[in-house]
């Protein structure tokens, strides 16, 4: 049976704390504006979480003539608000709080100047003409939200036209529209549809829709039927501008006709003291939301798995940066100076010290132990390399194919480690790979420098042989010597000595003879030993070497990718969580 996962829904401060990693992880890799508004939202977060959570701030936005003000005068039963056909009417927003102990921190933050304080469920203001306009309270007023104390808590503002003639009057709107708790947009029957309202408010705040509510005022100027089909085409609106779900509720200030339900609707919202956290949580998700957008990704749509990604990129990049650091010639080196050695050792003692002023191949790469550690002290004190210190080879510089297949290989290895990536997150992983490319020449001379190639043991059967090849010197020179005495006797008219022969051979000649034939013999079979050494030291070396350089290509190419595609993982998971509020 298969087995479904569940998703367990994490809290507005996990959100919050995901939302301030996915910021930190594309930071310097997307928009830095996205970047910045994300950590807005963390800022405003935690401004807003220590404030009074008593409180509901809930805003009354809309269109001139919409009917806003009026509907706020209805619901406070005051006459605060100046209504008039003029544009604009509301220049300032101003409040009305019902028990309103403990939110003027709240209401600083929000920088309302104007608050008005009303006593009870009756609705009645304190007198300040200041705030007013000297009209009287509309019929019904203040019967609104029903017994004492049940809109405890509510702090209803009326805000600005967002259509206003004066731009301050829309910036002030755009600034609370982004703090308040509670969003309640009023339209009309003739405006219900402007795309002014609906582009740059209620479509952007899809994410808000758990703590929007929309109200079409002034029905009472339509049929009963007219209203209807209005509510169902300003549904259908809202359902395009992805807010299905949000409460739609018909009104009229004049009339009161609806008011009660909207009243109860914001009754509710506010008994259940959870509005300030369902708005905090919308605002995360929409964060969340912009950094996928900055990211070329289409929140919902299903993110590339990265999981992997560099493990079979290693050999083809190993391969070309094996032969940037002449890893070939350090081999073929390897196997001549073997070779070098072996005859040097086990070659015929007399001639011997010829072949030791050759160069070894070795030491003219400087990869010897004697010239990476030791020797030139000057020299090595006037480039600046301390004691103990590895040098750098004598290896021939890349050429220009050799670092063109590199540069190939770098670029193919991101391409293929960044395939799928959105567009900012593969740029990210293509410059990890080439980020620490100034340090790639002097990591591959130094890896080559400080492999161990196993030329510093000498093998066994140098000795022997070498130790065979002087027994062999010795027995030639006794068959020599004993030739020379038998001359200087027969040159001397002496009487000869028993001559002791080995067959038809005299001693002395099969000595001399035998001793060069078994020292070429000897010496032959030491260079098929040593160019079987030699070839087998080679492979040794051959694996050693690509063993350093691919550890360098990880560490400067394949590493740097790999952090790069961990980044965008840890990036993923962040802003799903902050999106989503939800964990797999």
Wanted: with cysteine; glycine share 10%.
């Amino acid at each position: 049976m298969k087995l479904l996962r569940r998703e367990k829904t994490v809290s507005l401060d996990d959100r919050l704390a995901a939302l301030a990693r996915a910021a930190d992880l594309a930071d310097g890799r997307l928009d830095a504006d996205a970047v910045a508004a994300a950590r807005a939202v963390i800022a405003r977060a935690g401004v807003r979480a220590s404030l009074s959570v008593d409180h509901t701030a809930v805003a009354l936005a809309g269109a001139t003539g919409s009917g806003k003000s009026s509907l706020f005068n209805l619901l406070s039963g005051t006459s605060l608000a100046t209504v008039g056909v003029t544009r604009p009417t509301t220049s300032t927003a101003q409040a009305a709080l019902w028990e309103g102990a403990g939110a003027g921190p709240l209401l600083d933050w929000l920088e309302i100047p104007r608050r008005h304080e009303l006593l009870g469920a009756s609705g009645q203001a304190l007198p300040e003409p200041s705030h007013g306009n000297g009209a009287e309270p509309p019929p019904g007023a203040g019967q609104v939200f029903g017994t004492e104390g049940e809109a405890a808590g509510l702090i209803l503002l009326d805000l600005p036209d967002h259509d206003s003639i004066e731009p301050s009057h829309r910036l002030e709107v755009d600034r609370l529209v982004e703090l308040v708790d509670l969003l309640v947009w009023v339209l009309d029957p003739q405006k219900y549809a402007d795309a002014a309202v609906h582009d740059r408010y209620l479509r952007p705040l899809a994410r808000h829709r758990d703590v929007m509510v929309v109200v079409l005022n002034q029905i009472d100027r339509l049929s009963p039927a007219a209203a209807e089909r209005c509510l169902k085409d300003l549904r259908r609106l809202l359902d395009e501008d992805g807010l299905t779900g949000v409460p739609v509720v018909g009104v009229s200030a004049r009339t009161g006709a609806g008011v009660p339900e909207l009243g109860a609707l914001l009754t509710s919202r506010v008994a259940d003291r959870r509005s300030w956290s369902a708005r905090l949580a919308a605002d995360a998700g929409m964060a969340a939301d912009a950094l996928l957008q900055a990211s070329g990704i289409t929140p919902g749509e299903p993110l590339p798995d990265v999981a992997g990604r560099p493990d079979g990129l290693a050999r083809p990049l190993r391969d070309a940066l094996s032969q940037a650091a002449g890893v070939p010639v350090v081999v073929e080196a390897v196997a001549k100076s073997h070779r070098h050695r072996s005859v040097a050792a086990t070659g015929w003692p007399p001639t011997r010290w010829i072949r030791r002023l050759r160069p070894d191949p070795l030491r003219r790469l400087r990869l010897d132990a004697t010239s990476r550690y030791a020797g030139e002290p000057e020299t090595r004190a006037e480039q600046g390399e301390p004691e103990g210190v590895v040098g750098r080879t004598s290896i021939p510089v890349a050429t220009v194919v050799q670092r063109s297949r590199m540069d190939t290989a770098i670029r193919e290895a991101a391409g293929a480690a960044s395939a799928g990536l959105p567009a900012p997150w593969a740029a990210a992983v293509r410059q990890a790979a080439r980020s620490r490319g100034d340090e790639l020449e002097d990591g591959l001379d130094r890896a080559v420098a400080t492999t161990s190639l196993g030329v510093s043991r000498r093998p066994l059967w140098w000795r022997l042989a070498g130790l065979a090849q002087w027994l062999v010197l010795a027995t030639m020179l006794a068959g020599g010597i004993w030739l020379l005495a038998l001359v200087a006797l027969d040159y001397l008219r002496l009487p000869q000595l028993y001559m002791p022969t080995a067959g038809e051979l005299p001693w002395p000649t099969t000595l001399l003879l035998g001793g060069l034939l078994l020292g070429l013999l000897i010496a032959l079979l030491s260079r098929v030993a040593a160019w079987l050494g030699g070839r087998r030291r080679a492979r040794k070396a051959a694996k050693a070497l690509r063993s350093s350089v691919d550890r360098v290509g990880r560490e400067l190419v394949l590493d740097p990718m790999e952090e790069e595609l961990a980044r965008y993982h840890h990036f993923t998971e962040a802003v799903t969580v902050a999106g989503n509020g939800a964990r797999a």
